[in-house]
Every structure is written in C-alpha cells, then in structure tokens.
C-alpha cells in the first residue's frame, strides 16, 4: 500500500524522554522522572460519592452528547475560580491543558510561523504545536522568567510567546511580580499575544505566587488551566480562557478534535468541586510536597556535599532543577542511574534551541521522603563514579 | 494586541448545521436531526456498579496518568471483538472516533492532499481533516456504496478514500458484499489506502452487515471504531486499529494531543464489558431502534403519500435519507419545520462537492415512536404548505 505520510509525521519521532523512561517502569526503581502527582491526594471517596450520585440522580445526560464548549456549570466554578474577571462565556472545557496547546497550535500557527518559548520550556508543549510546523525561538531566561530585552528583540512576527509562570515544568523556576510586570508591559507594547499556561499555580508552598499574566491584560492573553494536579489527572479535564475574538476559533477546532470533553469527568469534578471542596483539599497537597521538597533539597546538600552540582529551591509545584558538574552529560548518565534503582529526567529535550547537557530535572512529587533520600543517594553514587570515570580518563594517556 | 490567526483558522467557520440546530433545543421541539443515542439505552447501574468497584478496588491507578495507547486489557476486548486477527498493539484507544479521524489528518495529510470521500458522507469528518487543509474529492455513489469505477479514476495521488460502510451517516446506506469486495480489491490494486469508520456496525436489525473492508486487507487500511452507539457517547470512548507501519506515528499524534484518552472512562468501559456484557445489551438497542425505523418508514409511507418524497429503508444504524420533491431546498425548509416543532438535518452540508439541495437526514433513535409519528405530520404539512407556496408562485404573472 501507498502509505504516504504528511511532512509533518515525519518531524514527529518517538519522545526520547519516553523512550528512556520506559525502563523506570521496571519495578524497584525509584522514579523521580515522571510528573506523576502523588497517587495518595487522590480524593478518591469524593469521586465515588459524586459518579454514584451522578448516575443515580442524573445518569442518562451525564452519558450523552453534551455541548462542545463544555459544562455550563463547570465553565461558572472555572470562572469564578479565577481571580480576574472572567465570562463563563470565555471558558472552553479541554481534555486536558494539552489539548489546549494543539487547539491554540492549530488556529494560531503556520507552518514558519514563529513562536516564542521560555529556555527551557515544557517539553510537551513543543510536542503540542510541531504538528503545525513552527518555528520555535527560545527566549533567554534567568531564575526570574524570561528576559525582557531578549522577548522584546524577538518579539516581530511572532505568533505569541508561550510562558508558564507558576513553578515551570521543566525547572521548577517562578516569574517574580516585578517580571510579570515587565513582560505583560513589553508583550503588550509589542502587540505580542501570550499563551500562559498555568498547571501548578495552586500548588504553592508558603505563598500564593502573583497574579497570573493574563489578570493583566485578558485581551491579549490565551490561559490554559488544569484539574489535574488540584484533584487527579487520569480524567484529563483542563480548560482555557481566551479573548471573545479568538474563542469561535478554538471552539470550532475543539468540535473538529472530539467534539466534547466526556461529559461524565465534567460533571464528576463538577460535583466534586461543590462547597468548596478544593479550599480544604488543595492545602493538603500543598502541606505533602512541601515536606517531600524539603526532603529533596536536604537529601541534595547531604549526598552532593563537595560536588558541584547546583541546584533551585522551587517554592511550588512538582519540579526541582539541577546541574551536574563539568563534563557530566545527563543522558548518558541517566541508564547509569537507572542501574542504580533511580531514574531523572535529562534536561536537553527542553530546550528549544541548543540544550544544556548538564542539567536534569527531579521530581519530588511522586515518591515518598524515604524514597527521595534512597534516591538521592544513589544519584550521588552514580554521579561520584561517573566523576572518576572522567578523571581517569582525563588522566589516561593521549591515544597514540 | 496582533491576534494573527493560522490561514487554517480562517476556513474554520461555524457549524451551519450547529447554528440552525441551536433553536431546536427549544422545549417542545421534537428533533429528529442529532445524531443522540436513545438515552433508554444507557446502562446506568452497569456503569453504577463499576466505578464503585473500580474506585473502591483500584481508586488510585484509575486516576493517576496513564499510557497513551490505552487501557492494556480494553485494547485486548477491542481486538477480542474485532472479526479479523488484531493484534492489541495495534489498537488505540482515543478520545472518541472523532479524535481518530484527527489523528489520521495529522499523520496522513499536507495541505492540498487529495482525500477521497463518498457522496455524501460524514460531515464531522470534513470538519475533522479541514484543519491540515487538504482537498476532498467526492467519489460518486449509489445505493450500495461508492461506485468502483470513479474510485479508480480518482485514486492517483490520493492520500486515502474515507469509508464508512455500515449504516452510513448521513444516508443510513450499507455497502454491499459485492461491493465491498470489489472495492477492497480495487483500492489494493491502486495502493490507495482506506480509512474505515464504523461507529454503527452493531446496530443492524436483521442480520449482520458484511465483513469490515480492514478485515479484508488490514495493511491497507485504518480501521475507526467507538463506544458511543453501543454504551453511551458522553464517555468520549472510541479506538483505531493501525497497520504496524502507521501506528507509532498515530500514537505520537496523540501524546502531543491529549497523552491519553481519560483513563477513568477507559476502565469503567472496560470493567463494564466484561463477561460479555455487549452480547446481551446491544440486541436491546437494535430492537429498539428498529422500532422506531419501522414507525418512522410507516409514518413517511402515510404521512407523505401522494408527494414526490423518496426516502430509504436503512438496515441499520440511526439514520434515514430523503429526498425532498422538486423546487424544495431543505436549508429553507428547515426553520419552517421548526416552527411546526419539528427539526431536522438538511443534506448539502454532508456534500464535499455540490450538495444535492433537496435532501435530508432523520434520524430514528432518540424520538419514541408516539413522537416519530407526531414529527413526521408535522414535516409533512411543512412540506404541503411548502409545496403550495411554490405552485403559487408559478402561477403569479411574471413580473412585467
């Protein structure tokens, strides 16, 4: 048969990360690679209440068709969670923030179109909008976000630029108000759309991070939200918020995709959100990693101590981010590791240009504090010999 | 700010169908156009049943990230059930059959890529492989399918021909064995490959269709099959089966797409079907409907007798094709129906070519034959007034 397939599948090759994390599946392993939420915050009994209730008081519209933009009530609990002035009219029900970059991808960008990441970025969005073939353009960042300068040198003809404030995945980094300041200023002046993406901002740890980008300027803002590190991301329920002169757009590419959201997860979360469930529940996410965070970063002074090996201190969300000492590649350490019992997650896949080869990605969510310390521990191992290995080499003579 | 939409995002343009259809949520409207399942079918207390025991047993797993293929034991029942030796590996489980026909866009087509579609055929799937812009081509058809010799004549360069055998929608139509067969050969003969949709193929009333066209040449084709018919649309539950050279492309779409199908929804299906549940539920369904196909045939014979209608006996499925009497255009029509509360589907948006203005859809599923009855005297006196009107209008003097 004549398979041929479009110039677009052939630039989509099986996620290396994937391909790598694979073998973390193996049991024994410790995973500190995977954006796993911990399975224990889970509000399970919540859930059973609600799909019983559901279907006992309301089960055949809770298993049919339903609108394209998603449950009306649900689209007002999104609204009224937010805190700028938000129309449930501009809340599209998503299957998954994901879906909300392909759909934002598929009415924003052309094949060339530019569009502007953080360096690094999430890894998944680049997945999200290289079926529609852009160009994308890092802009540098530091431990503040991106940097202003170099968004507004880049920012001609770009589609928009795509940011995740709040506890970024890959590196844990959050934008500080005077940042957020600054680039909704430079974004705006520039006539620069942003795609803020937004999955971690209720998992702070000490404090409420600033307001997201978008509060700042909604017109000229696109926001992805997410239930699923707040209740549980097996429903994959993510929502967005967009300008009225986008939304038809996003609606009508969200039709074309699957029609709707299941209607039975809508209404689920719907229920579950009732009385203000996530106002005692979140907090309790928040209180278990922030142990697990400390965990990490104690487990990271003690095993790495004389090493130099840098590493943040996030104040929310998932995700720490780490660079290994001179030399070290982080890919090719990674099945050493994995040898080990413990896998992480290289950190050059996140890079839209160029990628550091030092640096990895932990995460500190999945795996319990007496885990982390088993698999800090090991890491340093790895990292000690590799570091020898290096040495000798380096000592070995010149190959004749 | 600069909001520059994707030149995709301009051929976006709302549903027509979606906008009359609006109005016919009006209470006291009896719709015969949605394509709804009769919520009756519905097994409420079997869906009841397996999220309490799935959230009691497994409550974690069931929420927690899950693999992008699918539900490893709900691939192994799709392939169980499948008529021809599938491998599980090669199924997908997506987000709905609408997500399947997005996935095979991406993967399959460049802008301007010719695709072969029937006259008429699935206006979703339009709407689906719009956004990657290629250029449908319809292939003529009759009563038994498309017809064999403009397929060939229309098979070079074409990246697939979309088929949808089984009680087709819009036009309820069955290809025939004959049919089938000589499709199958013809399009292996031209190396076109054949994307298979088969929402309804359980839903026959006398006897079974014939074997799927996959079944016949699975390295030809992509199969696309859903849950929706035969348990309830609202879970957004669908899968395809891939030849192995495709698959891992599909499957890369659709992490970048969603990761996954919503686990949750995937184990309460699965959970659902087990001791062969579907083998005692879906008669359930076809006795119903084909009640209702009975009712509605009846009620067209009585109700329209003496007008040149045409209207077609499906074997199957949820809808039935009509043909309006000459000087009709059924997009006209329609909001008089309304008015009489009755709604329907005009034809020519289901045309990828010139739309026959003249035709129809009805669907028989989610009206009660007392409803079905009362519907179609009401179109029929729409029509009557309709038909008056014209003939008024032909004997006015002309204008001078």
């Not at 700028?84 to 179109?113: C, H, R």
């Not at 997201?212 to 549980?232: D, H, M, Q, W």
Request: proline share 8%.
């Amino acid at each position: 048969m004549n398979w041929k397939l479009a110039a677009r599948a052939a630039k989509m090759n099986p996620s290396v990360l994937r391909e790598i994390l694979k073998v973390t599946e193996r049991p024994g392993i410790i995973s500190l690679a995977g954006g796993l939420p911990s399975p224990k915050t889970f509000p399970i009994q919540a859930f059973a209440d609600a799909c019983a209730e559901l279907l006992h008081k309301d089960g055949q519209a809770a298993l049919q068709y339903a609108a394209s933009e998603g449950y009306a009530p649900l689209r007002q609990a999104v609204a009224d969670m937010l805190p700028w002035n938000v129309d449930p009219a501009q809340v599209l029900i998503t299957t998954g923030s994901q879906q909300g970059l392909d759909l934002v991808a598929k009415v924003l960008l052309d094949p060339g179109s530019k569009v502007l990441v953080e360096t690094p970025t999430y890894l998944g969005a680049l997945q999200a909008f290289g079926p529609m073939e852009p160009e994308p353009v890092s802009v540098a960042s530091d431990d503040d976000g991106v940097i202003v300068e170099d968004l507004v040198a880049k920012a001609k003809d770009a589609r928009f630029i795509y940011l995740l404030p709040n506890f970024q995945n890959p590196t844990g980094r959050t934008m500080t108000e005077e940042r957020r300041a600054a680039v909704s200023a430079a974004a705006a002046a520039a006539g620069l759309p942003i795609v803020e993406d937004n999955p971690y901002g209720e998992l702070w740890f000490d404090e409420a991070p600033p307001l997201p980008l978008t509060a700042r300027n909604p017109e000229g803002c696109i926001y992805l939200g997410s239930f699923s590190k707040v209740l549980a991301p097996g429903l994959r329920l993510g929502f967005l918020v967009a300008p009225k002169a986008i939304y038809p757009k996003l609606l009508q590419a969200k039709q074309a995709v699957d029609l709707h959201t299941p209607i039975f997860t809508q209404r689920m979360v719907s229920a579950v959100m009732k009385d203000n469930f996530l106002d005692s529940h979140v907090p309790t996410i928040r209180a278990l990693y922030k142990r697990q965070r400390d965990a990490m970063i104690a487990a990271l002074k003690r095993e790495m101590a004389g090493l130099d090996v840098k590493f943040n201190a996030p104040k929310g969300g998932m995700f720490l981010w780490a660079r290994m000492p001179e030399g070290i590649d982080t890919v090719a350490l990674l099945p050493k590791a994995v040898e080990r019992n413990v896998a992480f997650v290289p950190g050059a896949p996140f890079y839209a240009g160029q990628g550091d080869p030092r640096t990895l990605r932990l995460s500190f969510v999945t795996a319990s504090v007496e885990e982390i310390d088993v698999a800090i521990a090991a890491l340093a191992l790895t990292l000690r010999e590799e570091l020898a290995l290096l040495a000798e080499r380096k000592l070995a003579p010149e190959p004749a």
